[in-house]
């Protein structure tokens, strides 16, 4: 079975004559992903922690951004060492052993495909919030996120499990059909919603607006409208992240593989797993209240650093600030 997926990976990733041809592209991959590691794990703990302190976001949407930001964690924990060492072990001139490779592939596999769902879960709730409005409540209960996140999770871990069992051939097509279904899906749901959001503002322009509970409803579609557009841009820097490695995956699966093929391959890898990195930003450049708490959190740990003398622990539960 090792051997099976080892004949089946080398045409995406180098063999061992190819190995020194490639070395420009292994050491920018390997400093990169090096890099990367630190970012990925730093920001997404930062954002994690100021999407729990945040209340002014739904607990629905809360869920499914703190499910998408654990993925792109464990990205940093997990697939970007094992993505490094598998480049620091092709850069010694030795091929990387075969457990290395589905370790590599079942983490990819694992974390990148719960990004991908999760995403697209997330971009299907900002459509129903946009599409209900009223009935959003009503409709998508805490309970039944939780059970889609769960989901996304169980599919990850299952398609996973094929690449150990051997079922490489399997596990692509699943993740090429589920994947082709996913996209058209979202590019739906966001020409719906920028329908939607052209209907209600031309709705709303149209009225003379007097009472208070308009106003309110106004406000409150402000909103919503604020975090849709945020949660539209991880979208498109998810597919710019994402459609590189499809692409060279379907290249190489109807032409063959060569070292050029291999060496946009190892790039695209490194692209997906910089996905993770870039969605914190994205949430911090996009969403105000996200942004906001970030900002405070950060603001809070350089003046600890800055002014030790100032925070005195007076118990290990608490901190309490005394002006000198």
């Not at 990976?9 to 990367?36: G, H, K, M, W």
């Not at 951004?65 to 697939?79: K, N, W």
């Amino acid at each position: 079975m090792n051997e099976l997926f080892c004949n089946k990976s080398s045409q995406y990733f180098p063999i061992y004559a190819e190995l020194a041809d490639l070395r420009s592209t292994l050491i920018a991959n390997c400093v990169f992903n090096n890099c990367l590691t630190y970012t990925t794990i730093m920001l997404n703990i930062v954002t994690i922690y100021a999407i729990h302190k945040t209340s002014t976001i739904a607990k629905t949407l809360k869920t499914l951004l703190l499910s998408l930001a654990c993925s792109d964690v464990a990205v940093g924990v997990f697939t970007h060492p094992l993505y490094t060492f598998f480049l620091v072990k092709c850069l010694q001139l030795e091929n990387p052993a075969c457990k290395t490779q589905q370790m590599l592939m079942i983490s990819s596999s694992l974390f990148s495909v719960a990004s991908f769902f999760g995403v697209v879960a997330v971009s299907v709730d900002r459509f129903l919030a946009v599409h209900l409005h009223l009935r959003y409540q009503e409709l998508v209960t805490q309970r039944r996120v939780v059970i889609v996140v769960a989901g996304v999770w169980v599919f990850s871990a299952s398609l996973s499990l094929l690449v150990l069992w051997g079922l490489v051939n399997t596990r692509a097509l699943i993740i090429t059909v589920s994947a082709s279904f996913s996209f058209i899906m979202t590019c739906m749901v966001y020409i719906r919603i920028y329908l939607s959001v052209r209907r209600h503002r031309s709705h709303i322009q149209s009225m003379k607006i007097r009472d208070e509970a308009r106003c309110d409803e106004m406000k409150n579609f402000a909103v919503l409208i604020k975090s849709t557009v945020g949660i539209f841009y991880v979208y498109l820097v998810f597919l710019s992240c994402y459609l590189p490695v499809v692409i060279c995956t379907a290249v190489i699966r109807i032409y063959g593989s060569n070292s050029v093929l291999k060496r946009l391959y190892l790039f695209s890898l490194t692209l997906v797993y910089l996905n993770s990195s870039l969605n914190p930003v994205i949430y911090c450049w996009k969403m105000r209240h996200i942004r906001h708490a970030i900002m405070d959190i950060l603001w809070k740990v350089s003046q600890r650093r800055n002014h030790p003398s100032r925070v005195i622990y007076n118990r290990p539960s608490s901190v309490v600030h005394v002006d000198n």
